[in-house]
């Protein structure tokens, strides 16, 4: 048994990256259905928006670098 327990390395990579996409796919539809149908959004809900577009972007790249490439390297 590896120092981590038995992680399924590779459905995790997957299921972070799909976390991260879903997070910015929101956040990024969130924006311009906002604008589009509702001529605009509160600043609070404009800026929560963005921000889950950013986490989405890092969760994704910075998530799977990690999940797939360096936790396996650290076994």
Do not use: S
């Given at each position: 048994m590896g120092r981590y327990g038995?992680?399924?390395?590779?459905?995790a990579t997957k299921r972070v990256f799909l976390l991260g996409f879903t997070l910015f796919?929101?956040?990024g539809l969130g924006e311009i259905?906002?604008?589009i149908y509702f001529g605009g959004v509160p600043g609070?809900?404009?800026?929560?928006?963005?921000?889950?577009?950013?986490?989405g972007v890092l969760l994704a790249l910075v998530g799977t670098f990690v999940i797939g490439i360096v936790l396996p390297l650290t076994e």
């Open positions: 038995t992680i399924d390395y590779p459905k796919a929101i956040g259905i906002g604008h609070w809900l404009d800026m929560v928006f963005f921000d889950a577009e950013v986490f």
